[in-house]
């Protein structure tokens, strides 16, 4: 085995969106990986000392050496394994748009998720709204900043802003589904929906993304139920 594929190693949890992002982007790269699925309610001696900070995951573990925080692993897969298909555009300034527009997914979109999922009533349809915002300001900003292409998702290639957008999002009926609601649909912003819809369908992600149902059951595990009217 190469070198660099030696020893890479994933610790996740499967119904995570920040694991799969990782899984997505080894995959799309072609490199062999021993998966590891950490149980979060009894974090294994390995999770905690290759992440004694936050004690999360995902992890990967690369010839021992541990690379913690999704997008931070991204990169370094990215950076390692440079060959195509490449995650980041090679020009420094659209690098830095694809980072800006990441973490924004991941400071306002994801924590808006929790959000709903977490409150009932008048509180849910209020971060219902609030999600609703976010990604109108979300596609919005990355359609300006690449020239009108919201992404950069074709029949063979996957962008970091697509794996980001894709894991978390391409799941979106099992939520709709738990919740007895809709977060995201045609008639509220139709340009993200057409992407994620678009997404869906391509091979990796269908192969990578947890279970409809097995999803479905986790979720209205945690799910704050709506009140009896």
């Known amino acids: 085995m190469d070198e660099k594929n030696r020893e890479v190693v994933l610790l996740g ?20 990986y021993k998966y590891v699925e950490e149980d979060l309610k009894n974090k294994s001696e390995l999770l905690i000392k290759h ?19 999704s997008l931070v692993i991204l990169e370094y897969i990215d950076d390692i394994w440079n060959h195509s298909p490449k995650l980041l555009p090679e020009d420094p300034y659209q690098r830095a748009k694809v980072r800006f527009w990441a973490n924004y997914f ?7 998720t929790n959000s709903i999922l977490l409150s009932n009533g008048e509180a849910r349809e209020k971060a219902i709204e609030d999600m609703n915002e976010m990604l109108r300001v979300f596609e919005e ?18 962008g970091l802003l697509d794996i980001v957008v894709g894991s978390s999002c391409c799941t979106y009926k099992a939520y709709h589904e738990a919740c007895n609601i809709e977060v995201i649909g045609p008639n509220k ?9 678009a997404l869906k369908e391509h091979p990796l992600m269908k192969e990578t993304l947890p279970p409809h149902d097995k999803l479905v059951a986790k979720i209205k595990s945690i799910v704050v139920p709506s009140p009896i009217a």
């Not at 949890?13 to 062999?32: D, E, F, H, M, N």
């Not at 991941?106 to 808006?112: E, L, T, V, Y």
């Not at 912003?189 to 819809?197: A, D, Q, S, Y």
């Open 106 to 112: 991941d400071q306002k979109i994801m924590p808006g």
């Open 141 to 158: 900003g990355v359609k300006e900043d690449f020239h009108e292409q919201l992404y950069f998702f074709n029949e063979e290639t996957l």
């Open 189 to 197: 912003n139709p340009t993200f929906f057409m992407w994620v819809n």
């Open 13 to 32: 949890s499967w119904p995570s969106a920040y694991c799969t992002r990782v899984a997505l982007a080894l995959k799309l790269k072609g490199i062999p």
């Open 51 to 69: 992440n004694p900070v936050h004690k999360k995951v995902p992890v990967l573990l690369h010839k021992g050496r541990s690379i913690c925080e």
